[in-house]
């Protein structure tokens, strides 16, 4: 039987013991050897030097001896280091991992937004009122003004018993009202019916400083005097001054003063009207173009700041109406623009 011709040749070459596939699976060219069963396959590999293989013994014995002594050094240590050790790096461990693992935090609900909010409001100082930012921007400026008549010539007058109908204005004084400082220098506007019944004028300042008053101007027909006081406090802070022009009906107002010689009053309204006219029985002069005004005022505001909002003067408190004989406030007061009185303390017109 005829053997076909294989390209594929395989022969044995036993001084080798290896299998020659020369042109097996890739063609012909290829050469790959596989050896047989029983052949040294250490003989084949590349030969690995003693050296090194010394070297990874004596490394790996190194390191047995490194965990020896450390464990040896550990031993060595008092318990009660060991336990604290373990637990602080314990607790390092746990914050460390804690951020990690523990759940958000839950989202607050609209509740307890509106809890935190009103209770931050609650906490907070309240705002300032007008009438006390009005006050704060006036009150170093107000002045009390007591006229008193001069000595009088005539016997001492007889004792009188005291009761609660008695005026609040004392016996030796004529009149009794309020003023404020303007300028640096410490000249006050007042009420012309204040210092009208003569005699001395004396002054008190808001500190407690008590001063000699002279009048320097007076305007009669608008009810208003300028004063010069005989000495003035190192801190008086002149009143800021404004026009009325910008005031509107139901705008808010406040009146300082010494009510019946009750110092530094506030009392807060709104404007009234504007360019009004009243006929003042005290003065017998008719008053044009005032600013009337709903705060509370009684005898002993007259002289004192009309202020606005801004705490800014814009008039000066001369009369109260009332259609009886009784001095009293009944709702309805006026107020001379301070327009009127820019001429008498050398302030331009605005």
Not at 23 to 36: D, E, N
Not at 51 to 56: H, L, Q, T, V
Not at 160 to 188: H, M, N, W, Y
Not at 331 to 336: E, K, T
């Amino acid at each position: 039987m005829a053997i076909p011709k294989n390209p594929h040749r395989i022969r044995l070459n036993p001084s080798r013991k290896k299998i020659d596939t020369k042109g097996i699976g890739t063609g012909a060219g290829t050469s790959k050897s596989v050896p047989f069963a029983g052949t040294n396959i250490a003989s084949e590999l590349p030969s690995v030097s003693r050296g090194a293989i010394g070297e990874s013994i004596e490394g790996s014995s190194g390191r047995k001896k490194g965990l020896s002594s450390l464990k040896q050094w550990g031993s060595r240590l008092p318990s009660w280091f060991r336990s604290v050790s373990i637990a602080f790096l314990g607790a390092l461990l746990a914050l460390l991992l804690y951020p990690r693992f523990s759940p958000p935090p839950k989202p607050l609900t609209s509740r307890q937004v509106r809890q935190i909010i009103e209770t931050h409001l609650k906490e907070r100082p309240p705002d300032p009122t007008l009438a006390n930012r009005a006050f704060q921007s006036i009150y170093r400026s107000l002045v009390l003004i007591r006229t008193k008549p001069a000595a009088p010539e005539s016997p001492l007058p007889v004792p009188r018993q005291s009761g609660p109908s008695d005026k609040a204005k004392p016996d030796d004084v004529s009149a009794l009202g309020t003023g404020f400082v303007v300028d640096e220098t410490g000249t006050i506007l007042t009420c012309f019916h204040v210092i009208a019944p003569g005699g001395k004028i004396l002054i008190t300042f808001f500190d407690g400083l008590e001063a000699e008053g002279e009048v320097i101007y007076a305007m009669p027909e608008n009810d208003l005097a300028v004063l010069k006081p005989s000495v003035v406090p190192d801190d008086v802070a002149p009143a800021v001054l404004a026009g009325s022009g910008g005031l509107r009906i139901g705008d808010e107002v406040v009146a300082v003063g010494n009510p019946f010689g009750i110092t530094s009053s506030v009392s807060a309204g709104v404007v009234s009207g504007l360019g009004r006219s009243f006929y003042s029985p005290r003065t017998g002069q008719r008053m044009m173009n005032l600013i009337q005004f709903d705060a509370a005022v009684n005898p002993g505001n007259s002289g004192g700041p009309l202020l606005d909002r801004n705490g800014e003067v814009v008039g000066v408190v001369s009369a109260l109406f009332n259609p009886t004989e009784q001095e009293v406030f009944i709702g309805i007061g006026f107020a001379v623009p301070l327009e009127s009185a820019v001429g008498a303390i050398g302030i331009p017109p605005w």
